[in-house]
């Protein structure tokens, strides 16, 4: 059985795919299930994912993130979203979210944790690195899929919001790439265990 620190390992950050070899539906589908299933602070999943895979969509992505190599020939993208406006203490959203973390349970310790964060915490980066949970797991699923990927988190923001028709509110987190990789794994820099 392959082990999950089998794609751990192989995983990489692709620049180069076939960007004419389509992901299928399916495939989108078992991506986004995969960030689906992340953990979030207090369980409040603080994000959308949004498939894009026709080309004219595409180009205006990869134009977003300065049409770094691996945006140009990236076959598809998820594009993960930070639900920031939602995170409001007092919105509807937080209140569905804590009723059902609580389980039937008492609302009110989760509530008053969560504003005393909301005190102290610029919520666009936290909703952010909420959002990397969701993205490291697609990564590694990508791999395990036999997939490439590739992380971009440099991108212009305002531009990215606008081609994908971002609510106020909804800030852009990660964009990842996808595709069948058209160059061999680099090797591996990483700083020593110890
Ligand atoms: C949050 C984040 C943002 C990144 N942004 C970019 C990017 O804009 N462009 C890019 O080519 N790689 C980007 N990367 C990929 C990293 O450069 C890469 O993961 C790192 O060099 C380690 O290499 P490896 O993933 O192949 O092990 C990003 C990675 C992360 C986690």
Not at 19 to 44: H, I, K, N, V, Y
Not at 69 to 93: E, N, Q
Not at 95 to 106: H, L, P, S, T
């Amino acid at each position: 059985m392959p082990q999950l620190l089998d794609a751990i390992q192989q995983r990489f950050a692709c620049r180069a795919f076939h960007p004419d070899r389509p992901l299928t539906a399916t495939q989108l589908a078992l991506l986004c299930e995969a960030g689906r299933l992340a953990p979030s602070a207090f369980g409040l999943e603080p994000w959308r994912f949004i498939p894009v895979t026709d080309a004219a969509p595409r180009a205006r992505i990869a134009g977003a993130c300065f049409d770094q190599p691996a945006a140009t020939s990236a076959a598809a993208f998820i594009v993960i979203v930070a639900l920031v406006a939602a995170l409001d203490p007092d919105s509807d959203y937080v209140r569905a979210r804590f009723e059902a973390e609580a389980r039937g349970g008492e609302v009110a310790p989760i509530d008053a944790a969560y504003r005393a964060l909301c005190r102290d915490t610029p919520l666009a980066a936290w909703a952010q690195g909420q959002c990397h949970f969701a993205a490291a797991q697609m990564l590694l699923q990508a791999t395990h899929m036999g997939l490439g990927s590739c992380p971009i988190g440099g991108f212009d923001a305002a531009a990215l919001a606008q081609s994908l028709s971002l609510a106020p509110g909804e800030v852009p987190a990660l964009v990842i790439a996808l595709g069948q990789c058209a160059e061999p794994a680099p090797a591996r820099i990483r700083k020593p265990l110890e």
